[in-house]
T-cell receptor, first 114, second 114 residues
Framework: SAVISQKPSRDICQRGTSLTIQCQVDSQVTMMFWYRQQPGQSLTLIATANQGSEATYESGFVIDKFPISRPNLTFSTLTVSNMSPEDSSIYLC???FGRGYEQYFGPGTRLTVT | AQSVTQLDSQVPVFEEAPVELRCNYSSSVSVYLFWYVQYPNQGLQLLLKYLSGSTLVKGINGFEAEFNKSQTSFHLRKPSVHISDTAEYFC????????????FGSGTRLSIRP
């Protein structure tokens, strides 16, 4: 298993600004992911954070809007850039130890954009 | 491609009554199956998973699920629910071929009435 922490836990931001969310894992993991959960909805994968290379983005998500860093095997950041009210969501970090294993999720970052 | 359908968006039940949350999936390849629970204002926690073997899987908090390959279903059950089971429940699948891909259903909100 893994213990995952996220910072901040919540934030209220003004439109046009950017917020960087941190994800820290207590052990080295191969795969880290970022999800968005819009109000009352399910989880949507934003991207896979690759250590040492550019993130792999899902359809509908672009690097300019959601830049991701992964400097090592235990840490990643997601930035939500040039925010608008439509970006108000919960952003979750998750990790996976390999094929056939479940993903472990962080507690999430609740973002409200005004 | 894979998809997950949770047939009920909301399920209200009385305390100590049994409950079944339905999940059907579609996939052209073999998949692993998961149920996650999200308590209010928290991240996701794994309830149970099916990887192979016995089709009846037991998880935490008294939940169990049965994999039915012919009906492509993975319904979640509990014989007697408690107020503390109030949460959002997500069914998810992950194809054998990809450790990174996990596709979530839209979620079922379980509300327990005293």
């Amino acid at each position: 298993s893994a213990v995952i922490s996220q910072k901040p836990s919540r934030d209220i931001c003004q439109r046009g600004t950017s917020l960087t969310i941190q994800c820290q894992v207590d052990s080295q993991v191969t795969m880290m992911f970022w999800y968005r959960q819009q109000p009352g909805q399910s989880l949507t994968l934003i991207a896979t954070a690759n250590q040492g290379s550019e993130a792999t983005y899902e359809s509908g998500f672009v690097i300019d809007k959601f830049p991701i860093s992964r400097p090592n095997l235990t840490f990643s950041t997601l930035t939500v850039s040039n925010m608008s009210p439509e970006d108000s969501s919960i952003y979750l970090c998750s990790v996976n130890f390999g094929r056939g294993y479940e993903q472990y999720f962080g507690p999430g970052t609740r973002l409200t954009v005004t | 491609a894979q998809s997950v359908t949770q047939l009920d968006s909301q399920v209200p039940v009385f305390e100590e009554a049994p409950v079944e949350l339905r999940c059907n999936y579609s996939s052209s390849v073999s998949v692993y199956l998961f149920w996650y629970v999200q308590y209010p204002n928290q991240g996701l926690q794994l309830l149970l998973k099916y990887l192979s073997g016995s089709t009846l899987v037991k998880g935490i908090n008294g939940f169990e699920a049965e994999f039915n390959k012919s009906q492509t279903s993975f319904h979640l059950r509990k014989p007697s629910v408690h107020i503390s089971d109030t949460a959002e429940y997500f069914c998810a699948v992950s194809p054998y071929s990809s450790a990174s891909k996990i596709i979530f259903g839209s979620g079922t909100r379980l509300s327990i009435r005293p």
